[in-house]
């Protein structure tokens, strides 16, 4: 990286015109394109004392002459985490639209919402292309990201277009959005406490000898790791508490554990909490479209049941109904069936680098798993290079059951261990239905 000094620069701090100039130079070769307004175009908050630059909140000062400047030192470090995200252009996350406001970002306290922001947009201009013609040479930024550059549109069944963003990119906005919220609390924290301490306006950093004194917690470090605080509760009745968002955001993801977790992950099955984590992890297990009784299964499912087995296993077995009966909920164990069990039935065919597996996989059921007799999984390969497959397997609900229970002793010997009929004697003798989502919104079978 340059380590050029800036013209502007004064006792360590830099104008926002020099650090818009740096941030692009210094993210040049980043795989998440930036854009050059990140401290002087909206939504940029420099007159209210921070700047958001990828995961971190950069404080602003006024300087002599009414001019705002900000901490060299902490522009680059900025950049530098930024320059070494990663991304994988087809791990994607469906950012929009739904059919109201996303669940997540909707604290009002603070303005990037970055899912209302960026799903809305596209709405209100006629789509992504469209917008992005008519505003050549406008940067569009979300924390110093220039978010218009990794958009990806497709359509869905041919009637209706979404929006999609890398996960790396929504985990990195995800970080900016409790950034912010972190600094507006520790800046309102800050006047509550001025009576006691030298006072100072709300979100600035005073500097002694170009050095920041006084600052807001990073992304993640008041972010405690989730125990089993909420194991065995029904997301029904917890989800109405006051201040139940509040309390989520103050826990790292269960997931990843790198990331603040948004939401609370829950069995729609038998409507057991399993644990709060990230709105990205919350995505990864969803398949890339779900029907009322079929899905299609995504190629993250190989993170899931190959790369990162053992805590996905884990997280899914939070449930009580689920660990008790040492199964899935129905989709879920529909994609185990497809992927695993059946695996070795789908057709390869030849491509440059060897073969390559056909077509997409879909699994549909007729039935419910609340009677198993009646229940039957159907394997299907979709878009068939030379059209000759369909129908894969034809697998009862008990029987995919029991494969599923014994590659879990195989697979995940600890998380078998944990699970069975003797550890809850209070399930419930009726399980929640699964109830078919068709909206898209929220994907209630999962």
Not at 65 to 71: C, K, L, N, R
Not at 182 to 203: F, L, N
Not at 207 to 228: D, F
Not at 325 to 332: F, G, I, M, Q, Y
Request: charged share 25%.
């Amino acid at each position: 990286m340059s380590e050029r000094v800036m013209p502007g620069r004064t006792d360590g701090l830099i104008t926002l015109g020099a650090a818009d100039a740096l941030w692009v130079d210094l993210t040049a070769d980043s795989a998440v394109p930036t854009a050059s307004g990140a401290f002087t175009r909206s939504p940029a908050r420099a007159q209210v004392g921070y700047v958001l630059l990828g995961s971190h909140a950069v404080a602003t000062v006024r300087v002599s002459g009414g001019q705002w400047s900000v901490p060299e030192d902490e522009v680059r470090r900025a950049a530098s985490e930024l320059v070494a995200v990663g991304v994988d252009p087809q791990d994607l996350v469906l950012i929009g639209p739904f059919r109201g406001a996303p669940r997540q970002g909707r604290d009002e306290e603070t303005p990037l919402r970055w899912r209302r922001r960026i799903a809305g947009e596209p709405q209100e201009s006629g789509g992504p292309e469209r917008a992005a013609r008519r505003d050549v040479g406008r940067p569009h930024h979300l924390a110093g990201i220039d978010w218009r550059q990794i958009l990806v549109e497709r359509d869905r069944d041919g009637t209706q277009r979404t929006w999609w963003l890398p996960r790396a990119v929504v985990r990195l906005l995800d970080a900016a959005e409790h950034a912010e919220t972190q600094w507006v609390r520790a800046a309102r924290a800050r006047q509550a406490s001025a009576a006691a301490t030298e006072p100072s306006s709300p979100g600035r950093a005073r500097y002694a000898g170009g050095r920041r004194t006084t600052s807001p917690a990073g992304p993640t470090a008041s972010l405690r790791p989730y125990g089993k605080e909420l194991e065995g509760r029904l997301y029904s009745v917890l989800s109405r508490k006051p201040g139940i968002s509040r309390r989520v955001a103050e826990w790292a993801c269960a997931v990843c554990r790198g990331a603040p977790a948004t939401v609370l992950d829950h069995c729609h099955e038998h409507g057991y909490v399993r644990a709060p984590v990230c709105q990205s992890c919350n995505t990864q297990e969803r398949p890339d479209h779900l029907y009322s009784n079929d899905i299609r299964v995504a190629n993250r499912y190989t993170r899931l049941f190959h790369t990162d087995t053992d805590q996905w296993l884990r997280h899914w077995h939070r449930c009580p109904g689920c660990r008790a009966r040492t199964t899935l909920p129905l989709p879920h164990l529909a994609a185990w069936t497809a992927h695993i069990a059946c695996r070795s039935l789908r057709p390869t065919h030849r491509a440059p680098r060897g073969r390559k597996p056909c077509g997409v996989l879909r699994v549909s059921w007729t039935g419910s798993q609340n009677a198993p007799r009646s229940c039957l999984l159907t394997v299907t390969v979709d878009f068939c290079p030379s059209g000759e497959h369909r129908v894969l397997a034809q697998v009862p609900y008990r029987e995919a059951a029991e494969r599923f229970r014994a590659w879990l002793a195989e697979t995940a010997p600890a998380v078998a261990a944990a699970a069975g009929p003797d550890r809850l004697d209070d399930l419930p003798a009726q399980p929640r239905p699964v109830i078919a989502d068709t909206s898209g919104e929220d994907l209630e079978l999962f």
